[in-house]
C-alpha cells in the first residue's frame, strides 16, 4: 500500500504538460516537422509533413523525451529570470561556446533513436535551419538547451522515419523473393 506523501506523477500530466511548455516557448510540432522533412525527403520518396508530424509525436510520447524536454526549457528559463548562480548564469544566458550541456542533453533524446540520430542533430545544429535558426538567434529569450533540444526531437524523428522506410524496403524485398519463388 501506497503511503499518503509517496511520490505520484501522471504519464499524461507529463505529456500534456510538456507541449504546453514548447508550446509556451512558441516551439509547435509542425515546425519540428518541417526540419524533419528537409532531413528525410531526399531518402523516402513521397514523404508528407503530416508523416512527419507523426513521427514528431511519437518522439514526444516517449518519457525520458519529455524529461529532457521538461529539464532544458526549465534551466533556460531561470537563465532568463537571471535565477541561476554564476558562473552558470552567463554560461547559459549567453550560450557559452564551451559550454556542452545542452547538447548533451538532447543527444539524450536522440541516443534512444540510434546512430543515424546523431548524424541528423549535429546536421541540423550545425545547419540551424527553421524553427532553429529563431531559437538560436536570441531575440526571443533564453534558448540554450531549447534550440538544441528541438534540433534533437527533429532529428529522432527523422531517424525513426529511416528506420521504418528501411523495415519496408525489407519487407517488399522478402515479397517479391517469395513471389519469385513460387
Known amino acids: 500500500m501506497l503511503e499518503p506523501n509517496t511520490y505520484r506523477l501522471n504519464s499524461k500530466v507529463v505529456a500534456q504538460s510538456t507541449l504546453e511548455w514548447l508550446s509556451s516557448r512558441k516551439v509547435t510540432i509542425e515546425q519540428i516537422a518541417d526540419l524533419v522533412l528537409m532531413l528525410q525527403k ?7 509533413l503530416e508523416e512527419c508530424e507523426i513521427n514528431v509525436q ?3 510520447s516517449k518519457r525520458e523525451v519529455q524529461n529532457a524536454i521538461l529539464t532544458g526549457i526549465q534551466l533556460d528559463i531561470l537563465a532568463e529570470e537571471g535565477k541561476l548562480l554564476p558562473p ?3 554560461m547559459i544566458e549567453n550560450d557559452e561556446g564551451l559550454y556542452g550541456c545542452d547538447e548533451v ?3 539524450s533524446i536522440v541516443n534512444v533513436y540510434g546512430s543515424i ?3 541528423n542533430f549535429g546536421y541540423v545544429d550545425k545547419l540551424k535551419p527553421g524553427v532553429l535558426k529563431r531559437l538560436n538567434d536570441k531575440k526571443e529569450g533564453v534558448n540554450t538547451f ?3 533540444i528541438v534540433g534533437a526531437i527533429a532529428a529522432s524523428a527523422a531517424s525513426r522515419i529511416a528506420h521504418r522506410s528501411q523495415e519496408a524496403k525489407e519487407a517488399n524485398y522478402e515479397a517479391m523473393i517469395g ?3 513460387q
Open 42 to 48: 531526399d531518402y523516402v520518396p513521397g514523404l508528407t
Open 58 to 60: 511519437a518522439v514526444l
Open 88 to 90: 552558470l548564469q552567463q
Open 105 to 107: 542533453l538532447a543527444l
Open 117 to 119: 540520430g546523431f548524424t
Open 146 to 148: 531549447l534550440d538544441d
Open 179 to 181: 513471389e519469385q519463388q
